[in-house]
């Protein structure tokens, strides 16, 4: 489970990112985080996996303080980046989605396995040995995804995971996310475009100015519309 509760998060700027924001992700759930730009999604998504540290409140995951265990909360909950250059860290495809499962330690047939399925999972299964430099920007999003998936981590967390996608790449992620959803994966994702999550989701949540301001578990077109959410 992921608890966020009363979280606060103010930029070096003053800005108010997160204002006593509030969230609780059941094991298994899937939750669309939707809103307007600069609702705090993103900075959200990433006090989930301890990459910031609230200034105030507090981040649970599976009853760990994040900001005291940020290692259990960054393995626990993997993340995929809006913009994928900030989640690629080698020159190939392969090593980038073994990075994560090598770090853990693991046997190399175990981490062989993680990024074949995980590459499989984004189609990039016959691209294991390109290098990232000589990828269009939307396979460079792929890549990230798979990053994340060889992780195999208890809740997920992705950042508009289909911005750059073509509809077979989209098509099979979301494939992928079905799999991982009936595994029992927590998913927390956030988007502008609710047309093929929203039936997935058990949740819709939406943000505005730092906050959670509404929540359903089954979506109302035009309630969401007075959010400013553009429902599909």
Do not use: Y
Not at 12 to 37: F, K
Not at 53 to 81: I, L, M, Y
Not at 175 to 182: E, F, G, I, S, T
């Amino acid at each position: 489970m992921i608890e966020v509760a009363n979280v606060t998060d103010r930029r070096d700027d003053g800005t108010v990112a997160l204002d006593g924001c509030s969230l609780t992700v059941a094991d298994g759930e899937t939750v669309v985080l939707c809103g307007p730009n600069g609702a705090g999604k993103t900075t959200l998504l990433q006090h989930l996996s301890g990459l910031r540290t609230p200034d105030a409140g507090t981040v649970r995951v599976d009853g760990r303080d994040a900001s005291e265990e940020p290692v259990h909360a960054r393995t626990a909950v993997g993340t995929v980046f809006q913009n994928p250059r900030d989640g690629v860290v080698a020159a190939t495809v392969g090593a980038d989605a073994a990075f994560g499962p090598e770090n853990l330690g693991l046997e190399r047939a175990e981490v062989d396995r993680r990024v074949r399925a995980a590459l499989a999972a984004v189609g990039l299964d016959e691209r294991e040995d390109d290098r990232i430099e000589a990828l269009s920007g939307g396979q460079r999003a792929r890549v990230a995804v798979a990053g994340a998936l060889a992780m195999e981590p208890d809740h997920l967390a992705l950042d508009e995971p289909f911005a750059g996608l073509d509809w077979p790449a989209a098509r099979r992620l979301l494939a992928h996310l079905d799999d991982l959803r009936a595994s029992g994966v927590s998913l927390v994702v956030a988007t502008h475009d609710l047309r093929d999550l929203a039936p997935r989701a058990d949740r819709v949540v939406v943000l505005a100015d730092g906050r959670v301001v509404h929540e359903t578990s089954a979506p109302e077109p035009e309630r969401l519309r007075e959010f400013g959410v553009r429902p599909w």
